[in-house]
């Protein structure tokens, strides 16, 4: 599942067929949340830089009443960030990531190390997200809460996409396997038949008393 990320940004060929990516596809990514922070930086500095401003898609909003969506007071602004926990760490790399103005985001095991303030910022920031987010997780309570497609990886290499959300999916899943395996028993029992019969008419069958009676009435 990270291989189709990579490829999805073009940092790995696929061994066959292309990747299109669209003309106005902006992508956001990050593989971890606590990427590429610098720890010298206040949590300012590293989300807005200089600017007391933050545009994400078409609104501007003040530093301040941007970052705190992200559970920052005014006083942590400048907190250094080699200073905060790693959950706070991953909400300023968050609050860089959405900042960035993509409509593509791509998220990597997102939820890893994430305490509960940081995991529910994440799932508000994604249902508030215009775009198109591809997360990969094994987080199924993460993934129900956020996911209205899932492309699932399945066996023998077999990719499924299922439209609604997780729950959905599995109860799909659940319901082919079902049936597999019901064709699968059915296949298994018409083989067997011809066996059976065969062994059943072996040899001439005996007659009961009361047929043996019947038989010697027939030709009355």
Not at 24 to 29: D, P
Not at 90 to 117: C, H, I, K, W, Y
Not at 138 to 160: C, K, N, P, S, Y
């Amino acid at each position: 599942k990270t291989t189709l990320i990579r490829m999805i940004l073009g940092e790995e060929k696929p061994d066959s067929g292309t990747v299109v990516v669209g003309p106005n596809t902006r992508f956001v990514h990050a593989k971890q949340l606590r990427d590429e922070l610098d720890p010298e930086l206040t949590v300012h500095e590293a989300v807005a830089g200089d600017s007391d401003w933050v545009t994400v898609g078409d609104e501007k909003s003040p530093v301040r009443a941007y970052l705190l969506r992200f559970l920052f007071t005014s006083d942590a602004l400048r907190t250094k960030v080699g200073r905060l926990s790693g959950g706070e760490q991953s909400r300023v790399q968050l609050a860089r990531m959405l900042r960035d103005g993509g409509n593509f985001m791509l998220l990597d095991e997102p939820t890893n190390d994430l305490d509960l303030p940081t995991l529910r910022v994440l799932e508000d920031a994604l249902l508030g997200f215009s775009g198109c987010a591809l997360i990969v997780s094994h987080d199924r309570a993460f993934l129900g809460q956020v996911a209205t497609r899932i492309v699932g990886f399945e066996e023998d290499g077999h990719v499924q996409v299922s439209q609604g959300g997780l729950d959905l999916y599995l109860d799909r899943r659940a319901r082919r396997r079902a049936e597999a395996d019901e064709v699968a028993r059915a296949r298994e029992a018409a083989t067997r038949k011809p066996v059976a019969k065969a062994a059943a008419t072996t040899g001439p069958k005996k007659l009961t008393w009361n047929e043996l009676r019947e038989l010697e009435g027939l030709e009355g």
